[in-house]
């Protein structure tokens, strides 16, 4: 059996639009040579094809590497909670009366319509039922985003929340925002790279400690006076405060609910929250409320213990597969995108399926701005990868190189093109490598968003995916034929199964090839 290697060049797709696109403008003579001369399409990674509820949704890493890893398509997050709150079961479920009987009821999660953490959306319909359901005082802990929508646009999401509550408050019902900051300085750390940003957090949303501001519009305004340029996502944290109090301080009795869907960036403020022997940080003041997620963030850990919408029961993925046949797999990122190789591509498990026949490892990212050190962890991930490969011990063997999409996030395009001609240099190496050992290499990506940097205008910064397809190649001595038709990132397991001479689940999405 030949060993397959994937790599998925993380926020990196297609785009004939070249303002802006620092994909097309960084220097890449592997990817020109690979699309030039061996098998290639392009896939689908977003809206429908993988899970979202509509093509206008852009795709994200959980979703991508949810379809990557199990073949199928299942209902993700933002799809399930619309449905769960359109149908009532949201508020029939006895986690929301629980809620609802907290002496406040504190609402943390991220302020925008990205539909890739949250939705604004699904906020103002938890408010109305607050308020329907006799809750007397709500508070709202805003993240602000600039990263999966436009990056200056928190003032609007701002004001749109704030109509809303002006039109609920009298007498009876007292809903405000207590505190906020940037998705990217507080709260929203993952796979533990960062704990200083959910300590920080922390110490916003509960103890009232911050920056202190009159209403969050007042916060967001002061920040860009002393820096027009800053994006949503790096605003600093601040508290909102009356005669020099903060106004909303989580305290005993209280309840709160973390009202993101999606579970990387939720998952450590949920273990501050729920595990009574939590160590990651010094908490100084542990309230005794309710605590609940929008959804269960991990299933294996069971965290939260309180959720009100059931996330994709996924079942027969890949990794399950090759299991059942005894194959070895090797996975491999930096921090950053870890869970993505790992949680995310074992459909939501945090544990191994099989430890015995899969070896994870972890590469530490680096703790600075991206744009700063754009190739990031992309060699020593290259690193790995040969070692896993010369070692002769595995049948797939799955990287992620986060680059595209870790430093299109920033908005810097110079540092973005960078980033992706340090992928394309590492894709040199594999590509020596797989031919020195006979292997087929595949190269993928999970969504856009190096692509297009700017917007429609050309001019203003474009910090979120986009809509575009991703490239599916081929690299291999063997005569491997791409099939004609429409495919989507789900179809990418079952093209793995196939090149390994294995029959693909009956559920999965056809093989391209």
């Keep these: 059996m030949k060993p397959i290697i994937l790599i998925v060049m993380d926020g990196v797709a297609l785009s004939d639009k070249t303002e802006g696109n620092a994909v097309s403008g960084a220097f890449t003579p592997n990817l020109d040579y690979l699309m030039q001369h061996h098998p290639w399409t392009k896939i689908k990674a977003h809206g429908q094809a993988v899970g979202l509820p509509d093509d206008g949704d852009m795709g994200n890493s959980e979703v991508g590497h949810n379809a990557l890893g199990c073949g199928q398509i299942y209902a993700q997050g933002a799809k399930l909670v619309d449905k769960a709150i359109v149908s009532g079961r949201i508020f029939a479920n006895p986690v929301w009366q629980n809620l609802v009987k907290g002496d406040t009821l504190h609402f943390i999660g991220l302020l925008s319509d990205g539909k890739v953490h949250a939705n ?203 299991a059942s046949h005894g194959i070895r797999q090797f996975a491999v990122s930096e921090t950053q995108k870890y869970g993505h190789m790992t949680y995310f591509w074992n459909g939501n498990r945090t544990e191994k399926p099989n430890p015995a026949l899969e070896d994870w490892v972890e590469i530490n990212s680096d703790i600075l701005p991206f744009e700063q050190r754009p190739w990031m962890k992309a060699a020593e991930i290259t690193d790995q990868v040969i070692y896993a ?91 491997i034929r791409i099939k004609q038709g429409e495919y989507g990132l789900a179809n990418v397991a079952a093209t793995i199964a196939t090149l390994l001479n294995l029959q693909p689940h009956p559920s999965w999405e056809q093989s391209i090839t």
């Excluded at 992620?400 to 001609?421: K, L, R």
């Excluded at 006979?438 to 999970?446: A, E, F, R, V």
């Design 120 to 322: 604004i959306e699904h906020l103002i319909a938890l408010i109305h039922k607050a308020y329907d359901d006799g809750v007397k005082r709500v508070r709202i802990h805003t993240l602000l985003d600039g990263r999966d929508v436009a990056a200056q646009s928190a003032l609007d999401y701002i004001a749109k929340l704030e109509i809303v509550l002006a039109q609920l408050n009298c007498d009876h019902f007292d809903a405000r925002i207590a505190s906020g900051g940037g998705r990217q300085r507080i709260t929203m750390d993952r796979y533990g790279a960062n704990w200083q940003m959910v300590e920080d957090g922390w110490n916003v949303h509960v103890n009232g400690i911050g920056t202190k501001h009159g209403s969050a519009s007042e916060a967001v305004t002061a920040a860009r006076q002393t820096n027009p340029n800053i994006i949503d996502q790096d605003l600093p944290p601040f508290v909102i405060a009356e005669n020099g109090a903060p106004i909303g301080k989580i305290n005993d009795g209280d309840s709160v609910l973390l009202i993101n869907f999606r579970g990387d960036r939720a998952m450590q403020l949920s273990q501050a929250f729920d595990l009574p022997n939590f160590n990651k940080f010094d908490r100084v003041r542990v309230p005794k409320v309710y605590f609940a997620g929008m959804l269960q963030y991990d299933g294996d850990s069971h965290l939260p213990t309180n959720y009100l919408a059931n996330p994709p029961n996924i079942q027969n993925t890949l990794t399950d597969l090759l």
């Design 389 to 479: 490969l010369q070692s002769g011990q595995y049948g797939l063997i799955r990287a992620n190189m986060p680059n595209g999409d870790m430093v299109g996030h920033t908005g810097c395009y110079h540092a973005a093109t960078i980033a992706v001609s340090a992928v394309d240099l590492c894709l040199g190496r594999i590509m020596e490598a797989a031919k020195a050992a006979g292997s087929t290499l595949i190269i993928t990506g999970d969504h856009g968003n190096a692509d297009e940097m700017t917007e429609a205008d050309g001019k203003t910064l474009k910090t979120a995916h986009t809509l575009n397809p991703t490239p599916f190649i081929i690299y291999s001595d063997d005569d």
